[in-house]
């Protein structure tokens, strides 16, 4: 150090003592020479002070860190290191920015602000998550992620030390931690067990926790907790160890303290039904839970409580049984508070009443004998080498005995439970390391200490010497890694304070030895202490007090009151009260008592017994143990885990007792942390090297103490080694290690003063520079401005004389004129007076006159008026009484013919003549029915004649076969021609019996009309209210709207579209993530059953059958059309659309329809043939089985007529509802479209229909021609063969005449069928009508029986009654025809559904047609070789053999590269795919399309599986899906996606086959491929942004002004000697570029490119802004102007590349309105007025943030007040701010795949040969 330099001079800073503040700031005044006795001081509020300086009693005081220091991260960063810097560095984080975490070297400081701060939520663990410790800022997430980082890394098991004094928020710490393992090392299996380690909580502090005077929620117990990792690091179980239970407060409470909580959660129960047993009252009423004399905590509801603690036991698996028990043991130890012990009169011996309540109640709950236990209270058992005996207690004793016993029983039941956590928490998998969270009380003082606190001080001097060997520890490894020479440190060492406690002959031996004496009192223990320990420097003895002792402990001097040590060290519990228990009748009270090592004495055990004595029962090995020596035990037990760990420290500071938020107490503050550790730590590091500078950084800061010429050389390490030996002339003060400068305190704070100097030399030599200009500069403008005021001033002076001439001539002009009319106004104004008296004098005596006249009129006026309204009045009245009394009179007479027309209403004759018109409707339904009855007879009977009388012909012409031919040919004309009237008569009942059906479907259809009309009226109603309601809103809206009100409609509208397409995508993300799951579960089982060969299952079948989604199609014919209708109506339309099968049953009954009609073609042509070669021959070769075949024929062709009317007839219905429907949803474009699409099917299906008409007609024709060739042949056959007939008539007859039998015989039974059918059909409906008379009688008989109930009922019930009756037929008929308009709606969907079938059909058969025609013609026509040829011409289709298909997307997917494509036409296999899915399409392969598609799906996924962190390939993939997708739209033939096509690209759209279904699969596998695209990309750059965006220096001048460093406290990060890696803004945007360049050489749409942009873009937004948020070091100015160049070169970058247009740039906002704040001025209300309207993208809470982080780069610069930041926080600003601190990383905008059409053509397309895809043929 230089000579000259002396700390304690002029304007140094430095601390004194303080009794109120413990510390106070002052600077010195006057230069201190050494050996003075005073120092001149001055205070903050300017009070001088002479502060005494001697060597020895009152050395020099603290020096003060410059203000640059002041409220850094790490204490250890200070400067100077000392208790007032720690204090004031704590309070000013702790008030000023509400910063509550603070390093120190290795110990994380946590002060309780006693408020809920939004800093834990899972934003926040996500950001420090895998971050170093050192580069955030302080939290206990980050010692949890230091602790997870180094189990992973090191694989060491870790240990989290958290302690403090009650109410510091050790729980609250510790719980924190928990929640952040339980997130980020969340269990991989079902158990959730990090739900049930959270869940453990609040049974813990139920059982464990009690309010204290110094906090309301004190753990009165420690608790160390191992969570349980595997290899995976992920969470498997836990377990927890417990220490030192507080039994003592089971039986007192001091004041203004209570009990456990679960006492009062039970007290305040008492009152439910499920507590009744336990049978407890208020907790006042109990002496256990009364004495601190305040039962309630203020906002706690215990009852509330309890059931949270009901709902963990649940959780951890304890049955309700074991929890009733475990209410019974703690309402037991109430009751045992409460039983009286009354002594004897000798004062030697006790008893307890009879009749006590309380002891039967503690019996009844733990299921004891009550006498025995009445006995046993009051008397005690001794047993000697002889003889045993029985021995009264005295009241005292006895009550001892009685809190002794209740404190045993708490405690058992705190272990019992305590244990069956642990069960719940315990896995049976292998644990492969573990964090322990150790939740323990820190080091209590109190004005009485007894036994608990001497056990918690012991507790805190072995943590405190394993901390403190742990920090030396530290940092020798420091030292030792650059290569610093170590000289040994000497740091506290508390050994001799822990040998006094625990050695051979301390502390505890002695209490352990006392406690063995019968006859041991505290007192003689006391003196052997005295005794014994005299002579040590850690024991003292009060001078005043014979009982008590101190010991020095590390952190203060504890006087321990002796009363009371051996009676809580002994924990007596007498074994015949402990036998009783052991007797309960209830399992879980006697478990509790057993202990787990009591087993039966072997039998050889009676070989070393005397057999002249008799050998006591051994005692209970856990009772011989003190309760010192079993917590000695556990707290080796616990060190042996934590040195087997590596520990990490946290230390709670409570900062006030008033527990209010945010206040500050020093002297509290201090005496904690001289209790915990953290001075010692200080002490420790300043011992050394405290402050710690990295190279790079030293030279940045103190470059401007370098001249010129020693900057130039480019090695740092020797300038920084050059300048320190020139600036300090001790070189102990420092040294040069591997990578960092090490310093002795204090020499920082002198290279800061050097630099201040440096600057403040500067500034001067600056501002003498600019005052003498400023000064030249007011000069000239001085000078100038005295000559330009003298010239102005002598020529005003000029102009004023000049103006005086003139107004001296001007003023006797004016007095001229002025007297003239001065005189002249006198006389008028004498005039004027005189005239206006005048005429006053008139007017007044006129008025007199006139009011009196006046007065007079109205007099009369008045009188008259009165006397009228008198009159009026009187008249009134009389009228007003005449209409009352006839209105009275009226209205006794209305009631009267009321009370009439009731009684007639409720009458019976009444509904009589209410029924009639139901009556009269019946007697017509049965005439109608009886009239068709008749007629149904009526036709009977004329068939059984007309039946019986062709019988008896038939038997006639059976005896007339030998007749002439002529009387043949007679009778059989005679038979043709009752033949025809027959068939009229049929014809005519057919007729008939359709008119019936007609006037009843017209009944029906005009119901249904009726309805559809009703609803339709009532539809269009609600349509008119809701549009006027609409109106009548808008208008009231439309005043106050202004222009930007449809703007703000379409952000709403984006917004809520953006939502829906969120939450789509987020469940197919979450569907991605099951499929991912099933995957891997599926190849885990695979790998795991493999065996050698292979097996054919249906695991390794084809992809189409595992992983399809969709039903397969079939070619194989399962039914007719009406089970096809069936099936479709089953399937759904849509699946039923894409089943072939469907359509193949249907084109089965349209190939029966064409053989059908081939037949008849068949046997026309036969006809005719028939008829031509018997031209010659007579009429009576015609043969009687072509009359029949005639016959058959015609009735064939009218049921193809009827069919094909039929089918048109619904077909134009169709259309109709279609067209009507249609015309309705005319706002929608895609519903008009596929309308249109469907009417151009239905008229193709008209036109088919047309053609088979025209076919009917022309057999029709065909057969009637042949009939008329017939019958004219006929009279030429009878003339040419007269002859032969002469010869040979008989015969011949006889043959005639059977064939026209067997005629008759076919034409009988067809008329038979019919007429059957006809009477079934009638018979239905009779079966119909007498159901409808039986539902309308039942309905008669109902009424009826209503009629006779309500004429039962009173006037008032019968209203009621009939009210509820017309409510029910109302709803009955409501539902009606809501069933009615729902089996219409179905009938139509189904009308429709077989519509689209037959199209599909129609479609087929044509195709088919055309197949059938081209092959048949084919070897025929030279000319079909020509058209051959024509079709071998490329048409953008590929074809490929079935074998070859796994080939293909093995060559085409599986194994292609993104290079091997690249110079080829972009997204090339997705054209080649869609090209030989048009082949597919072509040829009417129905399985062919879907193994192609489903095996396409299926191949992309297991691609971008195999490659799921390529970001080619994921790009590819999605360029290639994206297009496939296009091409399925593009060629579909819908007329939405084909207005961009060419004529050509129309002709190779898709004829067969609809792949909408498909076309959704694919959209939902593009987003799956665009969400896996941004995972990748997040997680290259990630890394890349917080070294880029915050820490590359882009603008080089900015260097020099970088902040201070500090010391790298992590180790998380494996660092060579050349540091961690850096990545540049350069590295970032070259990043980006090649992301967009790779997607755009892949072909993918520019839109998705943006889209992608813009969410890499909200990453490195949101990243940027959480680190800053969370990190003080970049919160300067130079870091904001640093930090708004990058992001301007981003958006440089989107200029740059045309992506303006994707609003990434958007994204930005709110980092750049961060960077914009820290350059901003930050000082007047003004300022914050700017502040919140520029900072428009960024809440509230992130401004304070932001502002309470910012750091001034040196001391010219000032830090953000607080008033202005409580400005800011109070400001009313209209903001919707999110609770939440940070940004969500993981968000994820909506994703929009917009159409876009290829301009390429498929018949181009070349497919280079290095594919090898040689196999596909071009078509």
């Known amino acids: 150090m230089t000579s000259d330099y002396y700390p304690y001079s002029k304007y140094t800073r430095v601390w004194i003592p303080d009794p109120d503040h413990v510390w106070r700031a002052a600077e010195i005044v006057r230069d201190y020479k050494e050996g003075e006795p005073v120092l001149h001081l001055t205070l903050e509020d300017d009070t001088p002070l002479e502060y005494p300086v001697g060597p020895k009693s009152n050395p020099l005081p603290f020096l003060r860190n410059p203000d640059i220091l002041v409220g850094e991260n790490d ?259 109430l009751h045992l508070g409460n039983i009286e012990i009354c002594s004897q009169r000798d004062g030697e011996s006790c008893h307890v009443l009879r009749d006590d309540l309380h002891l039967k109640h503690f019996c009844t709950l733990l299921g004891v004998e009550l006498k025995q236990m009445e006995h046993w209270l009051c008397h005690r058992k001794l047993v000697t080498a002889t003889e045993t005996y029985v021995k009264n207690m005295s009241t005292k004793q006895a009550e001892n005995a009685r809190d002794a016993l209740a404190k045993h029983i708490y405690a058992r039941m705190f272990d019992w439970i305590v244990e069956h956590i642990n069960k719940a928490l315990h896995t049976s998998s292998k644990q492969h390391s573990f964090i322990g969270v150790l939740d323990i009380y820190g080091f209590e003082t109190f004005e009485v200490n007894s036994f608990e606190q001497f056990c918690i001080n012991y507790a805190n001097e072995k943590l405190q010497q394993q901390f403190n060997s742990h920090v030396f520890k530290l940092e020798q490894e420091e030292y030792m890694k650059e290569q610093i020479p170590w000289t040994l440190i000497d740091f506290y060492d508390n050994q001799p304070c822990i040998d006094l406690i625990e050695a051979r002959l301390g502390i505890l031996d002695l209490l352990d030895e006392e406690c063995k004496v019968p006859k041991g009192t505290d007192e003689n223990w006391a003196q052997k202490l005295y005794k014994q320990h005299s002579v040590s420097a850690h024991f003292q003895k009060p001078r005043m007090s014979n009982v008590s002792f101190i010991i020095v402990h590390f952190a203060d001097k504890v006087e321990y009151q002796s009363e009371g040590f051996l009676e809580k060290n002994r924990d007596t519990v007498y074994g015949e009260q402990i036998n009783i228990l052991k007797a309960s009748e209830f399992q879980l009270v006697a478990d509790l008592f057993h202990d787990k090592d009591d087993v039966a004495p072997p039998k050889s055990s009676r070989v070393n017994v005397r057999p002249a004595k008799s050998t006591p029962k051994a005692p209970n090995k856990e009772h011989k143990k003190t309760v010192g020596h079993q917590f000695r035990s556990s707290l080796h037990l616990l060190m042996e885990t934590l040195n087997a760990t590596t520990p990490h420290y946290v230390r709670c500071i409570k900062p006030n007792d008033l527990k209010e938020p945010f206040m500050f107490d020093s002297r509290r503050a201090v005496q904690q942390l001289r209790a915990c550790g953290v001075l010692e730590t200080i002490r420790i590091s300043a011992a050394g090297y405290p402050s710690r500078w990295t190279y790079p950084d030293f030279f940045n800061r103190y470059r401007v103490l370098l001249k010129k010429s020693e900057m130039a050389s480019a090695d740092k390490k020797l300038v920084c080694r050059n300048l320190l030996e020139t600036l300090i002339k001790d070189h102990d003060m420092f040294q040069f290690g591997k990578t960092k400068i090490f310093f002795r305190a204090g020499q920082v704070a002198y290279l800061e003063k050097l630099r201040a100097d440096r600057f403040r030399s500067a500034c001067i030599k600056i501002q003498k520079t600019v005052r003498g200009w400023l000064q030249r500069v007011r000069y000239r403008k001085v000078r100038k401005m005295a000559v330009s005021l003298q010239r102005y001033g002598r020529g005003y002076l000029a102009r004023r004389h000049a103006d005086f001439l003139r107004q001296t001539r001007a003023a006797l002009l004016c007095q001229k004129q002025y007297r003239m009319v001065r005189d002249r106004r006198a006389y008028l104004r004498v005039r004027r007076a005189v005239v206006t008296i ?192 609409h109106r009548i809103l808008q208008l009231t809206k439309s005043s106050g709207e202004d222009s930007g009100s449809v703007s703000l409609m379409e952000t709403s509208l984006q917004a809520e579209l953006d939502a829906e397409r969120q939450r789509y995508q987020n469940l197919l993300k979450q569907k991605t993530t099951v499929e991912q799951r099933y995957d891997n579960l599926k190849e885990e089982l695979s790998m795991s059953k493999f065996q050698p060969g292979h097996r054919r299952n249906p695991s390794n079948q084809s992809s189409l059958e595992s992983d399809s989604n969709y039903t397969s199609i079939s070619t194989s014919e399962l039914g007719d059309t009406e089970d096809s209708i069936q099936l479709v109506e089953e399937m759904g339309l849509e699946k039923a659309a894409m089943d072939i099968s469907l359509f193949m049953k249907l084109q089965k009954r349209v190939r029966e329809l064409e053989q059908e009609r081939r037949r008849l073609q068949v046997n026309l042509d036969k006809m005719e043939e028939l008829a031509r070669s018997r031209g010659s021959e007579s009429r009576s070769s015609t043969s009687e089985q ?37 015309s309705e949803n005319d706002s929608s474009k895609e519903l008009q479209d596929s309308y249109n699409l469907l009417l151009s099917q239905l008229r193709s299906a008209n036109e088919e229909l047309d053609g088979r008409k025209e076919e009917v007609l022309i057999l029709r024709t065909q057969i009637v021609s042949a009939a008329h060739i017939r019958e004219n042949n006929q009279p030429i056959q009878q003339s ?426 958007e994204t930005l906002e709110p980092i750049i309105q961060a960077a914009q704040l820290l350059q901003v001025k930050k000082k007047t209300t003004q300022d914050a007025e700017a502040i919140c309207s520029l900072c428009s993208a960024l809440s509230t809470q992130q401004i304070v943030k932001i502002l309470n982080l910012y750091t001034p780069l040196n001391e010219f610069e000032e830090r953000v007040s607080v008033s202005f930041i409580r400005s800011i926080q109070t400001r009313p600003q209209q903001r919707h701010d999110p609770p939440q601190l940070l940004m969500d990383t993981k968000h994820m905008f909506p994703v929009l795949f917009p159409y876009t059409p290829s301009a390429l053509s498929l018949e181009t397309l070349h497919i280079p040969a290095s594919l090898g895809l040689d196999f596909l043929i071009r078509v």
């Open 1280 to 1705: 040419s063969e007269a002859p032969e007939v002469s010869e040979d008539k008989e015969p011949l007859d006889s043959e005639e005449a059977l064939k026209a039998y067997h005629g008759l015989r076919e034409s009988k039974k067809l008329l038979e069928a019919q007429l059957q059918t006809q009477s079934r059909q009638h018979g239905d409906e009779l079966e119909a009508l007498h159901t409808q008379i039986e539902l309308l009688r039942d309905d008669i008989e109902k009424k009826q029986e209503i009629l006779s109930y309500t004429a039962s009922l009173s006037p008032e019930a019968r209203v009621e009654y009939s009210v509820q009756q017309e409510i029910t037929r109302l709803t009955n008929d409501n539902l009606d025809l809501k069933e009615l308009v729902e089996k219409l709606e179905k009938n139509e969907r189904k009308l429709k559904k077989q519509l689209r079938i037959y199209m599909k059909k129609v479609q087929e058969l044509e195709a088919s047609q055309a197949a059938a025609q081209t092959s048949r013609s084919r070897p025929a026509l030279s000319r079909q070789v020509t058209v051959q040829r024509k079709e071998k011409d490329f048409e953008g289709m590929l074809e490929y053999y079935k074998e070859d298909e796994a080939l293909l997307f093995k060559t085409l997917i599986t194994d292609i590269r993104p290079n091997t494509v690249s110079a080829t036409v972009p997204c090339l296999p997705a054209y080649i795919l869609f090209m030989c899915i048009r082949h597919a399409d072509y040829v009417n392969d129905d399985q062919k399309v879907e193994s192609l598609l489903t095996s396409t799906i299926n191949a992309i996924k297991k691609v971008l599986k195999k490659n799921n962190e390529d970001f080619e390939m994921t790009s590819f993939w999605l360029a290639n899906t994206s297009r496939l997708l296009h091409c399925l739209k593009q060629y579909s033939g819908d007329e939405a996606f084909m207005t961009q096509n060419t004529g050509k690209q129309n002709e190779h759209c898709l004829k067969n086959f609809d792949l909408a279904e498909y076309r959704q699969v694919l959209s939902d596998l593009s987003i799956q491929i665009y969400q896996q695209l941004i995972k990748v990309a997040e997680g290259i750059i990630q890394p890349m942004i917080v070294s880029a965006m915050l820490e590359s220096e882009s603008i080089p001048s900015l260097a020099g002004v970088k902040t201070m460093g500090y010391r790298n406290r992590s180790s998380s990060m494996d660092v060579d000697s050349g540091g961690p890696a850096t990545y540049t803004l350069q590295a970032l945007i070259r990043q980006l570029g090649q992301f967009h360049g790779t997607m755009r050489d892949h072909g993918l749409d520019p839109e998705i490119v943006g889209q992608v942009v813009r969410q890499l873009f909200h990453c490195v937004n949101a990243v940027t802004l959480n680190n800053l948020l969370l990190r003080k070091d970049v919160c300067s100015w130079s870091n904001g102007m640093q930090l708004r160049y990058n992001t301007s070169q981003m958006e440089e970058w989107l200029r740059a590349n045309n992506l303006s247009h994707s609003k990434a740039a």
């Open 1186 to 1222: 072509e009359t029949a075949d005639l016959a058959y024929n015609n009735l064939k062709r009218q049921e193809l007529e009827s069919e094909n009317k039929k089918l048109k007839k619904d077909l134009n219905e169709l259309r109709k509802s279609i067209s009507e429907r249609a």
């Open 838 to 1029: 005048q005429a006053f004098t008139r007017g007044m005596f006129t008025r007199r006159i006139y009011q009196e006249f006046m007065l007079h009129h109205k007099a009369m006026l008045i009188q008259k008026v009165v006397r009228g309204w008198l009159q009026r009045r009187r008249f009134r009245r009389a009228r007003d009484a005449a209409i009352t009394i006839q209105c009275l009179f009226r209205r006794v007479r209305a009631r009267r013919r009321l009370k009439q027309l009731k009684v007639e209403a409720r009458s019976a004759e009444r509904l009589k003549s209410l029924n009639s018109g139901m009556e009269n409707k019946i007697v017509q339904l049965q005439r109608k029915m009886d009239d068709q009855s008749k007629e149904l007879r009526t036709h009977n009977e004329q068939l059984l004649q007309v039946n019986n009388k062709l019988q008896k012909q038939l038997e006639e012409v059976q005896s007339r076969q030998g007749g002439a031919g002529g009387a043949g040919g007679a009778q059989l004309s005679s038979l043709q021609e009752e033949l025809d009237r027959l068939r009229e008569e049929l014809q005519e009942a057919s007729a008939q019996r359709k008119r019936m059906e007609e006037e009843h479907g017209k009944e029906k259809t005009g119901l249904q009309l009726r309805v559809e009309e009703l609803e339709k009226e009532n539809a269009l109603l609600k349509s008119e209210k809701e549009e006027m309601n």
């Open 75 to 333: 204490l250890t960063a200070l400067s100077y290191l000392h208790e007032p810097a720690v204090l004031h560095n704590l309070k000013v984080r702790f008030l000023e920015p509400n910063h509550i975490y603070t390093y120190c070297g290795i110990v994380l400081v946590a002060i309780n602000p006693y408020e809920q701060l939004h800093i834990y939520g899972e934003e926040v663990i996500r950001a420090y998550s895998g971050q170093n410790m050192g580069d955030m800022d302080p939290h206990i997430f980050a010692v949890a992620e230091e602790a997870y980082k180094q189990m992973a890394r090191d694989e060491r098991n870790q240990s989290i030390i958290v302690s403090g004094e009650s109410g510091a928020g050790k729980t609250v710490s510790a719980k924190y931690a928990m929640r952040f393992f339980a997130t980020v090392g969340g269990s991989t299996s079902d158990t959730n067990v990090e739900e049930k380690v959270l869940a453990s909580s609040p049974i813990m502090e139920a059982i464990g926790n009690a309010k204290t005077t110094r906090n309301d929620n004190s753990s009165r117990f420690g608790k160390y907790i191992e969570i349980g990792f595997n290899r995976q690091y992920r969470i498997i179980g836990a377990n927890m160890r417990t220490y030192l239970l507080e039994k003592s407060r089971v039986v007192f409470q001091a004041e203004d303290e209570r009990n456990y909580h679960i006492f009062y959660q039970l007290c305040a129960s008492a009152s439910l039904p499920e507590y009744k047993d336990l049978c407890l009252a208020s907790a006042e009423d109990f002496t256990f839970t009364s004495m601190g004399e305040n039962i309630f905590i203020e906002g706690v509801n215990d009852a509330e409580d309890l059931e949270k603690t009901r709902e963990a036991f649940t959780l951890l698996g304890i049955k309700e049984g074991n929890q009733s028990s475990i209410f019974k043991v703690i309402a037991s130890i």
